[in-house]
Every structure is written in structure tokens, then in C-alpha cells.
């Protein structure tokens, strides 16, 4: 392993914004990249930068923290439709600026080799510089609920529009929601951007296809990520490789004192992880771990809140921590509660550990659908949107008497990243090769 490349212009911009959930797959990449000698730079929120920098990766933030930490607290970010408004408002737009000012610094001129970018879409200078600079986009979606289709499921302020709906019916709801809310959304200020560097209007749909890479676009999910008998939708409007979850771990041990009361002999083992969204959540489930740690159904559980945890005091059986590797953590657990979020999710199916999740916003209501529909044929039951504490109970005590799912691909650690890792670097290196 050749240790990561300093001090020259890097050939590798990887380039994201949000969580840690929208932060981790890249930085798997960006590792890999770095971990075979390649001059990678990250991109990102300033408050990621010391996870970057750990992992031996250079970073550059187009996002302060003060930024990200007004986006993070503003009330309207988990609301299940009008969330993406904020996020795109107070954390997209003022990362705008910075990296159109970084990739214009950074690229090549013409006629050597292009800077090679790997970008959410949410990073939209990468995709609003692409036809003035010597560069090549990827663009790279963490959950199939980011590229837009009409198919079934659909949802709808976290509703799921009928399956027997029709599809033409799902197509009008997009443009109803593409001209009374995306495009006066951002269409006046990208088309601004585009003037500024001499180029024309992205394409429409902005969010369907405008924003994404006309060369290459990845899916960072397997191509299986759907129920039994079922696929991924057919209809997205452009082709998209599906490489399967990048599944970061940061490498390194777990805390001793958690390891060992984690690893001590005793009854089953739930982690709970409901997430910052203000949602009902964390009280359901803190109730459901309280019951099961005090011997409901004849067997106390060992409990893990990673987070801040339930407010009452704590079950002799419950622990709380504010992070620990789910690498670790899983494939110990029979069960596992958690938001939705795509990084969760993908942790638990590489563990092969019975998981529900509650969702509230983004791709989470899709992430759960999709989750149900792998585990029905283990006897697992389906949640309602809004399940009561008896519900989680219930599902705990069932999974533990379920038998285990199958594991579905390894996690990325320093020096070995997984088979979805290094097909991202395999389509980035065939792409050195291809026209913009």
C-alpha cells in the first residue's frame, strides 16, 4: 500500500455534503484513492474535516461550520417534504461558490490528463463548471431514492402512493412538484451561475437529470437492493451502475470498557440508533429497549444507545455511547432500531441483523420499504409508519428466534476496501479514457 500522495496537484476531487451518512461512502473512495498513491482532495463540510484528514485524505471545506451547523438545527430540515428545501437553501447553495472557485483552481489545462470528480449531486459546482474546465464528472447516488423514477413505491409527504396507482399519475405529481417547487427553487440561481461562465442552462429537470453527470452515474447500492421477486426501477432517466454499499469503517478498536461489557455472556442484544431528527422516536424506542432490558418476554437484552440516549436513567443491561463501529457492534446484535438513513441500513444488511427503521425525510421512507421487503421472508413482522412501543417489543422477541439473514458484502477498512470500492476506482480509472 502506498501511503497517501502530498503536495501536488491533485488528479482526484471527491466531493459531498451532508451527514455522515452522506459523507462515509465517499470517503471510502477517497481513502482507496489515496491508499494507491493517487493526489485525491476532498471536498466537503468543514465539520467532516478531521474524519477526512484521520483516514490521510487532504481536505478543503466549501462549507463553514457555522453553516452547517445553522442547516443542522433548522426546524424545517426532517419535514418529509419540505426538508430538501432547506437542505438545498442553507447547505447546497453556499457550498456553490467555493467549489466552483476550487475545481476552476484545480483542473488541468487542456490537453493533459482531466481532474477526475466524483460528486454527490447535491455538490452542484461540479456539475456547473463540468463544459467550461478540463475535467471528468461521476456523479454518485448513496440510495436509489435520489434518481428519479415512477414506480412503485412512491411516496409522498412519507406516504406511499397506492401500488396500483398508475405510473402516469406519479409522472404528473413529478412535474407538479418540478414547477411549483424544485425549478423556482433553484433554476433562477443556477441558470445565473451558467451565465456567469459562459454557458447555457443545465438541462430539465434540474433534479432529474440536470444535476447529474451526462457521462457516468453510480449508484453507491447494490443492483438487489429491492424485496424478493422485485428490482430497481426501470425507468431512471439515464443508466446507472450500481456498485453496491461502500460500507466506511474508520478502522481501529472499540472502547475496552464497551468491548467487554458488549462481549460478556448474557441474553440478547439490541443497538439503538433513532437518529437527531425531533421525531417520536427516540421515545418509542428507549421504551421498547427500557421493557426488553427489564426481562420482557422472559429474557433481558443488553442494550446500546449510540447517541444521546434516553433522558430516564438506564437499565443495569443499557449502555449509552455516542458512536461505536457498527462493524463491530452488528454482527453481535439480534437486533437493530434505527432512522432509515442509508449508512444504517447498509450497516445492518452487511451484518445480516433483523433492523426496522422509523423514517422521517429524504430517501428514509424508500430505505424502509425496501428493508421490510428483504426481511419478509425471514417471518419478520412489517411496521406500521408510526409503530407503537408494544410493535418494537414484539419485533425485537421475533427477531430473536429468527433465523440470520444472509451477510451482503464486506465492510471498507484502512488498506482493503470492499468489492463496491474498488469498483467505483475501476470505473474512475476506465473514465480517464472517456470524452467529458
Not at 488528479?11 to 482507496?32: C, E, N, Q
Not at 445565473?192 to 440536470?210: D, K
Not at 428490482?231 to 453496491?244: F, R
Request: proline share 12%; charged share 15%; hydrophobic share 45%.
Amino acid at each position: 500500500m502506498k501511503p497517501p500522495a502530498t503536495g501536488r496537484r491533485p488528479t482526484h476531487v471527491v466531493a459531498t455534503l451532508g451527514s455522515a451518512g452522506d459523507l462515509h461512502p465517499f470517503l471510502a473512495v477517497a481513502r482507496a484513492l489515496a491508499e494507491q498513491g493517487h493526489a485525491v482532495l476532498f471536498l466537503g463540510g468543514e465539520l467532516h474535516r478531521e474524519e477526512v484528514q484521520a483516514q490521510g485524505v487532504p481536505f478543503e471545506a466549501v462549507v463553514d461550520a457555522a453553516t452547517m451547523t445553522r442547516c443542522a438545527q433548522h426546524p424545517g430540515l426532517w419535514h418529509p417534504l419540505g426538508g430538501f428545501g432547506v437542505l438545498w437553501r442553507h447547505l447546497a447553495v453556499p457550498a456553490i461558490g467555493p467549489t466552483v472557485a476550487a475545481l476552476q483552481r484545480l483542473a488541468p489545462p487542456a490537453g493533459e490528463p482531466p481532474l477526475q470528480v466524483l460528486a454527490s449531486p447535491l455538490v452542484a459546482g461540479a456539475r456547473l463548471v463540468l463544459e467550461s474546465l478540463n475535467l471528468r464528472l461521476t456523479t454518485a447516488h448513496t440510495a436509489p431514492a435520489g434518481l428519479r423514477s415512477a414506480r412503485h413505491p412512491f411516496f409522498l409527504q412519507g406516504h406511499a402512493v397506492p401500488a396500483w396507482a398508475p405510473d402516469a399519475l406519479r409522472r404528473l405529481a413529478w412535474r407538479w412538484l418540478d414547477h411549483h417547487k424544485l425549478e423556482p427553487m433553484a433554476g433562477a440561481r443556477l441558470d445565473g451561475w451558467r451565465r456567469q461562465l459562459g454557458l447555457p442552462p443545465l438541462p430539465r429537470p434540474l433534479f432529474a437529470t440536470g444535476l447529474m453527470s451526462p457521462r457516468q452515474v453510480l449508484g453507491l447500492f447494490p443492483a438487489d437492493f429491492a424485496p424478493p421477486g422485485q428490482s430497481l426501477p426501470d425507468d431512471w432517466p439515464m443508466p446507472v451502475a450500481c456498485l453496491g454499499f461502500p460500507l466506511y469503517e474508520a478502522g481501529g478498536a472499540p472502547d475496552p470498557a464497551l468491548q467487554a461489557w458488549w462481549e460478556a455472556p448474557g441474553g440478547p442484544r439490541l443497538v439503538c440508533y433513532p437518529g437527531s431528527a425531533a421525531t417520536a422516536a427516540p421515545a418509542v424506542y428507549a421504551a421498547a429497549a427500557h421493557r426488553l432490558a427489564q426481562g420482557e418476554g422472559g429474557v433481558t437484552w443488553r442494550v446500546l444507545h449510540l447517541g444521546p440516549g434516553p433522558s430516564r436513567p438506564l437499565a443495569p443491561t443499557e449502555r449509552q455511547t455516542a458512536s461505536a463501529p457498527l462493524a463491530w457492534l452488528l454482527p453481535q446484535a439480534q437486533a437493530f432500531l434505527h432512522h432509515g438513513g442509508i449508512g444504517a441500513c447498509a450497516q445492518g444488511l452487511a451484518a445480516g441483523v433483523p433492523q426496522w427503521a422509523w423514517p422521517q425525510a429524504y430517501d428514509q421512507f424508500d430505505n424502509a420499504w425496501r428493508l421490510q421487503g428483504l426481511q419478509a421472508p425471514l417471518g419478520l413482522p412489517r411496521w406500521p409508519r408510526r409503530p407503537t412501543v408494544t410493535q418494537v417489543v414484539a419485533s425485537c422477541l421475533r427477531a430473536a428466534a429468527a433465523p440470520r439473514a444472509p451477510v451482503r458484502g464486506g465492510w471498507s477498512l484502512p488498506g482493503r476496501p470492499n468489492a463496491a470500492v474498488q469498483a467505483v476506482l475501476h470505473r474512475l480509472h476506465a473514465g480517464r479514457a472517456l470524452p467529458g
